[in-house]
């Protein structure tokens, strides 16, 4: 990994990368157009007063970095205005961004999100499932943050592997409320005196979560507040390659040590589970060009009740109807519509054969 202080105005645009400056400015130095997903942790603009103690007296090492500190909202949003700007100049027209907050950010992020022409999708809600207590016992723990995950614009396409979310969630639709633990235990770096390396510091889990759900293998993901690298680790680990920027020396210095740490997952391992829209189109007529099925050979309905001809054109002749599989199928059974892969099968060396194990043969080779 190579640091930069200044990237040229980038004919190439420099993968796997810690670049070192304000990401304002960095980005803007960045070629347009060429980045997949962004991943953003942007200050939260905590308004902290004073120190917060424990019950026990003892100091709770709350976010209070001078990177965190703006005079005013109006500061804040001018701030916003501008990263979000940059990074929107950088997205490819079908890319998208995720965007993390608190109650003290978010809802001044989302709305300049919109005025800035970004389309919303979702908002996320990542549940903490091991929250920091409220100490002062005045308020609600706070057990949660915000994402929320835009579109570069209205009607523009983007990335979601729906069926691989699902897989993660045990075959259940993947929902918008989170529940993750913080990060803590052995995931949590630490500095040389042995205190945290970064107090803000995102688990593995949230990142695996968006990337997986939101890219393919060899995407490229910029993360301009790039912190301790955490989003560089996992799009490292999962195959695509990415792009940090982080103007703190100390922190540039936990996250590259992190990610060369990293081993990146062998193909097989980062292939994930596709929706069936997704898989090519095989026609059936092609399977009767490629000598897989002859014309005048018999197929046979899955439950035994029907028979059809295939015809040289790859449509199928019933007792008194002729079509594709679909409308033969329908037609056969009443029914309103058919699904002829799944409906039809024909004999081979005595056994039953549906004739889908032929189209994903087809579909092997084509991939």
Known sequence: MTKMTKPNSAEALPINTILEGDCIDVMNGLPAASVDLIFADPPYNLQLKGDLHRPDNSRVDAVDDEWDQFSSFKVYDEFTRAWLKAARRLLKPDGAIWVIGSYHNIFRVGAALQDAGYWILNDVVWRKSNPMPNFRGKRFTNAHETMIWASKSEGAKYTFNYEALKALNEGIQMRSDWVLPICNGGERLKDAAGDKAHPTQKPQALLHRVLVGSTKPGDVVLDPFFGTGTTGAVAKMLGRDWIGIEREEKYRVVAEKRISAVRRLDKAALEITTSKRAEPRVPFGQLVERGMLRPGEELLSMNGRHKAKVRADGTLIGNDI?????????????????????????????????????RQQIRSEMS
């Open 322 to 358: 002729k079509g594709s599989i679909h409308q033969v199928g329908a037609h056969l059974e009443g029914a309103p519509s058919c699904n002829g892969w799944t409906y039809w099968c024909f004999k081979r060396d005595g056994k039953t054969v549906p004739i889908d194990v032929l």
